[in-house]
């Protein structure tokens, strides 16, 4: 199976993306307030992995993301076959 398995931050979804993983910002309803929200999509599905309150975290962990692909999975020495979305 090629594509990058990401479990999202509730920890309720786990999907394998072979397709992207993009950011946007959303208006809370009701409210003037910013959230920053990362999806995902596979060839068959899209799922929303987290949200942060500021755009500088969703980027740091699409960041995050970025180096788990080109490091082929290896973070501070071990070898991980899920990329866990953090909390906030």
């Not at 931050?9 to 993306?17: A, F, P, S």
């Not at 082929?72 to 866990?84: D, W």
């Amino acid at each position: 199976m090629d594509g990058i398995w990401i479990r999202s931050q509730n920890k309720q979804v786990l999907i394998n993306v072979n397709g992207y993983v993009t950011y946007t910002r959303e208006t809370r309803i009701g409210e003037r307030k910013y959230v920053y929200e990362i999806n995902a999509s596979s060839r068959e599905h899209a799922a929303h992995l987290s949200t942060y309150t500021t755009e500088e975290r969703a980027l740091q962990v699409l960041d995050s993301i970025q180096q788990f692909i080109a490091c082929n999975g290896e973070m501070n020495g071990c070898k991980f076959n899920v990329f866990e979305m953090p909390a906030e």
